[in-house]
């Protein structure tokens, strides 16, 4: 009989009762839970990340050699402040639990949770569970009626979510005072049990047809202590791969190599961990002080990131633009950084694909607050971090405003993707940016000057006089008599310039507007082709349009300007 390991991320606003739900169903108990930090007794909140577990029955097993599975309870902080440790946490569960207060109901925490529910079910599928918890604070002789209420107001709300308004709800009370209450617990573990049938399946089925995209031993550290005698032991998640006695493996942040010692999942010794896993593994000859978070893998599995291209997956809640040239903070697994945006589109396609070599895309200064979802479904952006990250090149990057008033009623978090290019060449904006076809629009308008010959006119006002007229050789422009051409070159000093007539010869709209090059020997009045004689005030003006694109990252050794 096998045991399948299955992270579950309890998350709610801060007080809603997740340590105390924890606590309720837990049997184990890890180094780190139900807030054994000094700091957060003393406050009397969550203030990071706690472990238990117990082990659950299933009913209907995915396969013969997983009859029992170990649900892993991921206790994440519900306070605002520590909002980049709650999406930490999530980057290593398997299904959600939401836990709202039956009498508060959606608070300022939950519908971030709820953003980070949509985010996880969006790009890894995961489910979500929501827990009334706390029902026993409300009046017994109406508390029937006031879940029911509070239960038909959720289903509103999340009936504009990914989840619907089917999503599984249960009633709960922490507090064990009768035989209602240990009903309610029942039917938590009922609903809980199929989920958790639901996500070993899923699993299984990406395993079997290698959807994962490593096969190599990747750890996700989140605890780091030293035990007297045995060494220094690092408890985490297995994102990717195995691993077993004897192994060799690297501590990515600090680039050290160690060969694993021993290994327990929840202090139960094995000789292996896989894709899943919580577990300690022990090392030795190493300081735990050295490292608090961070990934392990198999040696020279992790390089740096220094930044990436991804498809926009905005949030909809985020209430405020999205621009280019602005910074947002960046969260990898338990790694932030912060980012510069460049937005840009492909003005001719609705691929999501992005394609450097084959597609051109237009820059863009902004995705507004009034833009819906499905109106950026073609903007890509460019993240340039201000440090180099460790992360896999499948991780969900999740983009916030971390820096923004807690006290707010507002949802920080912005946007969330994987990327699909990823600068691992620290001289990225020298070796690839400039091959990186993304352009800016322009648009100059001049007006005719005078004819110089059959075919050839000179255009003023278009540039300025100290501007450098070989960039914009062999560009078309368009007349308002309908003539195109092409620019062959300067004339004069003044910025003016030589167009040539496309064909050969210009319209005769554009012959009767312009005067000519020559004058007549009498008088400064112009004579043209036609024979008439006019004043050149007399004369309409034709104006020159010149619409070309500027590349932002082309190098100072190639044009910027093409069409």
Do not use: W
Not at 15 to 35: E, H, M, N, Y
Not at 121 to 138: A, E, F, G, M, Q
Not at 393 to 409: A, E, H
């Amino acid at each position: 009989m096998g045991v399948s390991n299955v992270n579950v991320g309890v998350l709610g606003h801060v007080d809603s009762g997740k340590t105390s739900l924890c606590k309720r169903l837990s049997t184990v108990a890890s180094t780190a839970c139900f807030d054994k930090n000094p700091q957060s007794q003393q406050r009397g909140i969550t203030l990071d990340l706690g472990f238990s577990s117990f082990n659950l029955k299933l009913k209907d097993p995915p396969g013969d050699s997983h009859e029992e599975a170990q649900v892993t309870l991921v206790d994440c902080p519900g306070h605002a402040s520590l909002i980049r440790t709650i999406i930490g946490g999530a980057s290593i569960i398997d299904l959600m639990v939401l836990v709202i207060d039956a009498v508060k109901g959606i608070q300022t925490q939950t519908a971030e949770c709820i953003v980070l529910a949509e985010i996880l079910c969006s790009s890894r599928n995961l489910p979500l569970l929501i827990v009334l918890n706390k029902t026993d604070l409300l009046p017994e002789e109406s508390r029937r009626e006031k879940v029911e209420k509070v239960t038909k107001k959720l289903r509103m709300t999340f009936k504009q979510t990914v989840f619907g308004e089917s999503v599984e709800i249960v009633p709960f009370s922490c507090l064990e005072c009768d035989n209602g209450e240990l009903a309610m617990t029942a039917e938590l573990i009922r609903k809980l049990t199929k989920m958790v049938e639901g996500a070993i399946k899923s699993r299984e089925e990406a395993l079997s047809s290698n959807v994962s995209t490593c096969d190599q031993f990747l750890f996700a550290v989140d605890h780091c202590f030293s035990i007297k005698g045995q060494g220094t032991v690092m408890t985490g998640t297995c994102l990717e791969g195995k691993a077993a006695l004897n192994d060799k493996i690297e501590i990515a942040p600090l680039s050290l190599e160690k060969k694993i010692k021993s290994i327990q999942v929840f202090r139960k010794p094995v000789n292996s961990i896989q894709k899943g896993d919580r577990a300690g593994i022990c090392v030795t000859q190493f300081d735990s002080s050295s490292l608090e978070r961070g990934l392990v893998c198999y040696p020279g599995l992790l390089r740096n990131i220094y930044g990436c291209i991804m498809l926009l997956n905005k949030v909809r809640f985020f209430k405020g633009s999205i621009s280019s040239n602005s910074k947002f903070h960046i969260v990898v697994g338990h790694e932030t950084v912060m980012a510069k945006l460049t937005l840009f589109s492909n003005p001719d396609s609705n691929r999501s694909e992005f394609n450097s070599e084959k597609d051109e895309y237009e820059f863009l200064p902004e995705v507004s607050e009034d833009i819906k979802e499905t109106q950026v479904k073609t903007v890509f952006m460019l993240l340039q971090f201000e440090k180099p990250i460790l992360a896999a090149s499948n991780s969900i990057l999740i983009g916030s405003k971390l820096d923004s008033d807690v006290l707010s009623n507002s949802c920080r978090i912005a946007f969330y993707g994987k990327p699909s290019t990823v600068f691992y060449d620290p001289k990225y904006t020298e070796t690839y940016l400039p091959t990186l076809k993304v352009f800016k629009p322009k648009k100059k308008q001049g007006s005719v000057d005078k004819i110089f010959s059959e075919d050839c006119v000179i255009c003023k006002n278009m540039l300025k006089k100290e501007s450098n007229i070989e960039k914009f050789l062999r560009l078309r422009v368009t007349f308002s008599t309908g003539d195109q051409g092409v620019i062959i070159g300067g004339f004069g000093q003044g910025g003016k310039l030589k167009v040539q007539i496309v064909g050969g010869a210009m319209s005769e709209a554009l012959k009767n507007s312009c005067p000519s090059n020559k004058k007549s020997k009498s008088s400064s009045v112009v004579a043209v082709d036609s024979g008439d004689s006019q004043s050149v005030a007399n004369k309409v003006p034709v104006f020159v349009v010149l619409n070309f694109k500027k590349m932002i990252f082309a190098s100072s050794s190639t044009n910027k300007i093409i069409q």
